[in-house]
């Protein structure tokens, strides 16, 4: 099939340029005429929160959206006066807003340090992010007539606004990053700056028909907010690599006097063939995030498999008919010092200096990266993992800061949990409430919310309780442990048909940490499973599938261990940037687990199958490998320069989830294209011998097919 693809290109090369640029077009399109769907509130409910939020929703007892104006003095407490004058401006400007149902009145801190504004907003919460920056606009105008005061507005729809804000001014830092590092790499891996523009421009390519295919089927899976980066993150990096494969092996049969068509098709019948099998195990990685069941992961699975099945079809289509058109003259123009430099160092010589001594002592060479790899590992045991919160989040968000702030100054807005009773009767399930209201305060661990009522609807009843703590705080986790344990069960389990609930946004970000935990073990069965396959079948080999499994989960193994050692401690707090939160946010590992898999297998299934063809050429297992891996040592170095250049600006990023996949990813990388592959893989290839290729039993070109006997019919 790549044979036929590749030839049908290169001999029709602007037919295969003209239906390529055609299908970027379109893709381009479609994401301008479809507008992309988000998730909605309801799509991340899961666990006891869910369960809470279905029943708030069933009985028609949902707060209306909210936003709060905090009001601050730079310097000391507040002048009542002048803080009295700016809340009238805010109240009367804010009243006149369409989306503003009500403001209420204001409330003083105790310390006198502090006011705020709530704000009630007409319909759903999805209204309110589409509304919140009329409520920024009013409150800026009225700060510009104040500035003796500090006015910030702030709020849910507001603070994820101001994510967003910061997740796209990180991503557009991080396209202007990649792009030239990359095509800096691949000018160093190639010399030329037509060879080294051809990876970058089919990989952005890519990416960009990627996004727009992926805009009408977000009506299925709709994105959950990190769809972007993702698409960025891997299509740029796959892309690169599969076109790094191909170009580099159509030029290496060029230089053994192949003529330009003959090249493109063993190229295609090789790199090609890797390729695909490449982009097949990526896709079926991602496809294990479906198992997670989770929306915002099936939203990053869909996209990942489109932007990978996108650079796949690039790499067998278009770039063999742009080597074809181009012939000899996608080395040109030289830029003379990397030439000279990239053709005296050799396709493999630095890794044929490391693999001597690896083919010669192949069990020292094992133990020792054994050791290593464990030692990386080993701190992957005490990994922590928790939700995002508002302590993970940069301080350099405005709408965080004023949060923070207002979390400080009024205890009672802090960390708030929803309890929700359905029972016989709602004066019953009032009831209930009302106890566990009392029980809580007296508990010391929650307080009341000032002025509550408990909502009532039918048998429904619902009370919110606060924790004066931050949610990511070991106090507010205790205290929803209580709540859910010792104090709602002893109020409500009492009453008749009692059905309650503990929901509310930090309970809702824990629920979601644990449902990802219990996932993990069936997203990795599933994971580990299905590429065993499709190992065991690619190569006809149980004893290859069973040893890319086990370099894999040594690959993760050694990631999660550098997770904990860098976002568990201080000591990389100056060097990266960050403040550490103590842990790793929750769906970090699950992502960061079929990811990377599916890269390792990246460039695998490439170094094998060079192995291969020693195999089959006759020579020795030790010969093969050395071989195998000498040929391929300066495409994998190349690819893996290109995914962990690409992984470490995104390790640059503010927001500490895209600070933790990045570094994760580059660092699994590295050490997979190194420690992995160039010590443990040949080690273990030259230790079993033939029998690697257990139970196939390939035929070398010393070993021709046996004579059958001619019967004529």
Known sequence: MTVRAARWSAT?????????????????????AVPKQQTKAKDTWTGQSGVAAQLI?????????????????????????????AINQLRQKLTAIDAVGKVDEPVWAENG???????????TPDDAA????????ATAEVQRAHPELSINETGEASLNKGIWKRVGADLASAEKLSLPITFALMLLAFGALI???IPVLLAFSAVGAALGFYAPLSYLFPDGGSVANVVLLIGMAVGVDYSLFYLKREREERRRGRSTLDAVEIAAATSGHSVVVSGLAVIVSMAGLYVAQDATFSSMATATIVVVAVAVLGSLTVLPALLAKLGHRVDRPRVPLLWRLNRRIGPAGISRRILAPVLRFPRVALLVAVIGVAALAVPAMDMKTAPAGLDTLPQSIPEVRTMTALQEDFPSRGTSYTVVAKASSGAAAAAGLAKLESAAVKSGELVAVPGQKIRQSGGTAVLNL????????????????????????????????????????????????????????YVIAFVLGLTLVMMAF?????????????????????????????????WAEGLLDFTSPGFVVSWIPLFLFVILVGLSMDYHVFVLGRIREGVVEGLSPRDAVRKGITESAGVVTSAA????????????????????????????????????????????MVLLGRKAWWPNKIRTAAQPEPERELVSV
């Open 12 to 32: 029709h090369p602007w037919r295969a340029i003209g239906l390529w640029l055609l299908l970027v077009v379109v893709a381009v399109g479609l994401s301008a």
């Open 57 to 85: 929703e069933q009985a028609g007892l949902a707060d209306r959206p909210s936003e709060t104006v905090l009001l601050t003095a730079p310097n000391g407490p507040l002048n009542k006066a002048a803080t009295t004058a």
């Open 113 to 123: 340090k502090a006011a705020l504004l709530p704000i009630e907003l007409k319909g």
């Open 130 to 137: 589409d509304n919140v920056d009329k409520l920024i606009a």
């Open 195 to 197: 060879a080294a523009g």
């Open 466 to 521: 606060v924790s004066p703590h931050s949610e990511s705080s070991a106090e507010a986790k205790n205290a929803l442990t209580s709540l859910r344990t010792k104090l709602a069960p002893a109020a409500l389990n009492s009453l008749p048909g009692a059905t309650w609930a503990v929901g509310g946004e930090a309970a809702s970000q824990s629920d979601y940490g644990q449902h990802q935990r219990d996932k993990l073990p």
């Open 538 to 570: 690619t190569f006809r080999s149980l004893a290859i599938a069973v040893v890319t499994t086990l370099l894999n989960l040594a690959s993760v193994a050694a990631c999660f261990g550098v997770l904990s050692l860098v976002f568990q401690h201080t």
């Open 641 to 684: 320069a290109v995914m962990v250049s690409v992984f470490a600006v995104f390790a640059t990023l503010g927001m500490i989830e895209m600070k933790q996949m990045g570094v994760g990813l580059a660092v699994a990388v590295l050490i997979d294209a190194t420690l992995v592959r160039i010590v443990m893989l040949p080690s273990i």
